[in-house]
């Protein structure tokens, strides 16, 4: 090997040890933002635990809002989730994610019967509200938008995958543990509103 | 004329030095403590044996009482002890909270060894009225740095975890002797409700 090309060998060797400032605040698994975004909703709890209380709700009120909140959902994400990138800043507390919690899990622990319009409209207020969020996040954040389709594609399979295992469900005790799982979700957001409210002492 | 025959490092070797003292801060930060925070929370409701009595003696209490209060208790209690909790991350006073915990005890204890069977408004409100006081005292321990949703997630799942406990247990009330043990052990938790109890007022 001749002396030019060991020298650009060890340049670049050199440039590779060179670090780069990374702002990294959201997960990433290095291949790249469509598996960021995936990876994010099942890492994120703020995110996961609200859309499993939408799935189950969902499938508590059977199948047809299920399917309908299994569109919607994600449709609203994605909307929300331009639009918080566009503004590039989220505007609202991360507190107001508790208000997820506490709605979805709520009416998921009382079972209470809404018709499809009404799961509808939780579906679309939880996508624009988390969407938003999460684009925002993403905007701050310097990285590229398609993470939203990766949050997207994964709160359709989440929500596909449970509400229609709670509308399979037959035996009179499976759909009290799915109102126990609601329960359990709408206390983590009372906690979670108490955190976000809580005054350093 | 000499040549100066002292060894010179490499080019190479001096450009790399002076790029990794031009390292600039990385702005990084790592999400450290997320399952801290979560083991925390898990942990903590099992390190004390106050609450572990307590939670337990709801769950055998619901398995003696059967439906509706069996699958009403478990619904009904994480929300009234995260609502404890709440109240405790609002700074709200609530005297006399570890009195509180070990007369539950002394109180769970005794309805599940007198097999106490109340209205089911009553049995919902006591177990409420004493799910606060454990909200309160332990749904706000969070250690310094750690995540404060992962601590309650974990909090809420060991909680609900040793309730579904106690109601597993409580199957044995099928069986006669099953009937007699969950008794004795309603009395033993009683027992030790007073011994906490003493040590809450001493």
Known sequence: MTRRPLSLLGAVAALTLLPTPAHAHLVTTGLGPLYDGISHLFLSFEDLLPVLALALLAGLNGPKAGRLALFIAPAAWLLGGLAGFASGSPLLPGTVTAASFLVLGGLTAADWRLPSSGVSALAAALGLLHGWLNGASIAEAGREALGLVGIVGAAFVLVALLAAFVVWLRPPWT????????????????????????TPP | MTRDRTPRPPAEAVLALLLLLAAVPVSAHQQTGQAAGFLTGLKHPVSGLDHVLAMISVGLWGAQLGAPALWLLPVVFPMVMAFGGFLGLLGVPLPGTEIGIAIS????????????????????ALVGFF?????YAHGTELPAGENALLYSVGFVIATGCLHLTGI???????????RIALRTAGAVVALAGVSFLWGAVS
Not at chain 2, 131 to 135: C, I
Not at chain 2, 168 to 178: E, F, Q, S, Y
């Open chain 2, 131 to 135: 799910g606060v006081f454990h909200g």
């Open chain 1, 175 to 198: 759909r009290i543990a799915v109102r126990v799982a609601g329960s359990w979700i709408a206390a983590i957001g009372l906690l979670l509103l108490g955190w976000g409210l809580r």
């Open chain 2, 168 to 178: 597993a247990i409580g199957l044995i009330h099928r069986w006669p002797v099953g």
């Open chain 2, 105 to 124: 005890a002394i109180l769970l204890g005794l309805v599940v060894a007198f097999e106490a069977r109340p209205p089911l408004w009553v049995a919902a």
